[in-house]
């Protein structure tokens, strides 16, 4: 990959001018293309003649995509404290320190999961239906991207279950697959992906 400095000179083709353009690189704040927000102290390709950004170079998209991977929505739910015990439990069977941290990842990889493995979406419908599921009184507030949200709202229609069922199964799938059951080759997608976010 070349890396562009500020100041460096380059071409390409404006799309306010309509033709090939001599270049500069400066440092901008970039648009986003929802037109809702903008990245500050990008590096990019503007055009000589009317500062317009002509291109970005592959250096500035790390931080481009940082910013729309931030995490937007909250999931709030109240739980009985034996599920939040058994998030924070089965975070901690990892043994990387801040299972508190570790359980937010832990909830997003299996609403991964349950989104494309159909025998997990129905092992968490008949989860959120057992005893274990019942009884509420406990915050958990979840931080996920728009793209994790998705996915929980789509696996909300296709479980129909509502955001407080659908978690509360998620959790006893969980405590199955972490602490009751585990799997070899589960807990070492786990391993990696908790690895991946300590
Ligand atoms: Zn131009």
Redesign the pocket.
């Known amino acids: 990959m070349k890396i562009y400095t500020e100041g460096e000179k380059s071409k390409g083709l404006?799309q306010?001018?309509e033709k090939l353009?001599p270049t500069t690189f400066k440092v901008s704040s970039v648009p986003l293309s929802s037109g809702k927000a903008h990245v500050d102290n990008i590096l990019v390709a503007k055009?000589d003649?009317?500062d317009?950004i002509v291109s970005i170079p592959q250096q500035s998209s790390p931080r481009i995509k940082e910013v729309l991977s931030t995490k937007k929505h909250s999931i709030e739910v109240r739980l009985p404290i034996h599920l939040l015990d058994i998030l924070i439990l089965a975070s901690d069977q990892f043994e990387m320190g801040s299972p508190d941290q570790l359980k937010d990842s832990l909830v997003r990889y299996y609403i991964s999961l349950a989104d494309t493995d159909k025998n997990v979406s129905r092992s968490i419908k008949k989860f959120s239906e057992s005893d274990l599921a019942k009884g509420s009184g406990y915050r958990l507030s979840l931080k996920v991207n728009d793209a994790a949200y998705d996915r929980f709202v789509h696996l909300m229609e296709q479980t129909k279950l509502n955001k407080t069922q659908l978690l509360k199964g998620l959790i006893l799938k969980i405590y199955e697959d972490v602490l009751q059951k585990p799997q070899k080759k589960r807990i070492t997608d786990l391993e990696k992906v908790m690895f991946a976010s300590a």
């Open positions: 404006c306010v001018c353009v055009c003649h009317c317009h």
